[in-house]
């Protein structure tokens, strides 16, 4: 399977598991530049993914913040409209 279509997940689990395996020495000195590599790619396919993700909610953070500020101006408006017609100015008569 590519690694560009493994959750962030799968490779986490990767590495994890090459971790364990590293530590109680199940990993042989034959495999371990494989394993090494795969390990490497496992994490570079994570950081990618964390990368792009944050990216994501920083643009969701921008959406929500345009979202509020709308929202905000509007209420502001409101407000100061119902100001004006109780106070009396600008009434036609």
Known sequence: MSTKNRS???N?????DITDSLNKDEIGIDDLVE???EALIAARSC???LNH???????????FSS???SASEKDK????????SSSGEDVPF
Do not use: H, P, V
Request: proline share 0%; charged share 45%.
């Open 8 to 10: 962030y997940e799968k």
């Open 12 to 16: 986490f689990k990767i590495l994890e």
């Open 47 to 49: 950081i990618d993914i």
């Open 35 to 37: 394993k090494t590599k």
């Open 53 to 63: 993700q944050s990216g994501e909610f920083k643009k969701l953070e921008n959406e």
């Open 77 to 84: 408006n409101k407000d100061e409209n119902k100001e004006n």
């Open 67 to 69: 979202l509020l500020s």
